[in-house]
């Protein structure tokens, strides 16, 4: 996947700062304290209530979310520099799925990635109750909206949302005969508030139990009954944030770098 594809963004709504804080709180994922007051005399805004909102933006893969209080074009060095490394090494690792002939909605393929890279280093498991009303809003954005609050104030990011879960279904409706079969979406969510950037990887799964109860209504449908699925989301961060920032720069000089990151990918993908 070229990264120049990669980059592509469109809004995906905002939130309240203090709400998105208490978000934070309980996410399990290593970020900085949010506070107005850390915003100091640099943050320029125009209003008071422009001061209090962060906004979101997801690529075009819906592989790449972003929370920030700054513009994309506007960010710091440092979360500049973390965000573009960020790129290079999704990029490499669905490029290393590629060439090993594997698809991008297997959870057990990511987790092998995640896992054995080197790279990434396990700090949660989180399991979220997902709450599907009947005869109100499509599977699909019901699901959306608790797992992405913001994400309904922007038309173009639930259609990439929903086609992420319609490929899920795919992936799942392929493979289900096969035993232990578990799909997966990988999501980097990448946060810069008030200059301080943070970055969490979440591995979103569902086994077929959680598939059959998701697709008892198909997603773009309203469902006829309530029900209450567990999404389980595996939470990573990058052992080193300072050697990703280094990525984009390295590879931009040396085209063989990035090849032999490929490479070492590959192989974490294989079983030995």
């Not at 797992?147 to 799942?172: C, F, H, N, R």
């Not at 810069?192 to 979440?202: C, I, Q």
Request: glycine residues 6%; hydrophobic residues 40%.
């Amino acid at each position: 996947m070229q990264r120049n594809f990669i980059r592509e963004t469109v809004p995906a709504g905002h939130a309240d700062i203090k709400s998105y804080e208490s978000e934070l709180i309980h996410s399990g994922s290593p970020r900085p304290q949010l506070a107005i007051a850390a915003a100091g005399p640099s943050f320029a805004v125009d209003s008071a209530e422009e001061e209090e909102l962060i906004h979101f933006r997801v690529n075009v893969t819906g592989n790449l979310w972003y929370a920030t209080t700054s513009r994309l074009d506007a960010l710091g060095k440092e979360a500049h520099d973390l965000f573009e490394g960020v790129m290079v090494i999704f990029a490499a690792m669905t490029k290393a799925l590629a060439e090993e002939g594997k698809g991008l909605f297997d959870f057990h393929d990511w987790s092998k990635l995640l896992h054995k890279s080197g790279f990434f280093v396990q700090s949660d498991t989180l399991v979220k109750p997902l709450a599907i009303h009947a005869n109100t809003l499509p599977v699909s954005s019901q699901i959306l909206t608790q797992l992405l609050p913001g994400i309904d104030k922007s038309q173009m990011a639930t259609a990439i949302g929903q086609e992420v879960l319609s490929a899920m279904s795919g992936e799942y409706a392929n493979n289900q005969h096969k035993e232990g079969a578990s799909v997966g979406h990988l999501l980097f969510v990448c946060e810069e508030v008030f200059g301080t950037p943070a970055v969490s990887v979440r591995l979103f799964s569902a086994d077929g139990n959680q598939m059959r109860k998701m697709l008892q209504s198909p997603c773009p449908r309203t469902s006829s009954v309530s029900y209450e699925v567990d999404q389980r989301i595996d939470v990573f961060r990058f052992l080193s944030p300072a050697q990703i920032s280094q990525f984009e720069k390295t590879f931009k000089e040396d085209a063989d770098g990035y090849l032999s990151l490929v490479e070492s990918l590959k192989k974490s993908l294989r079983d030995y």
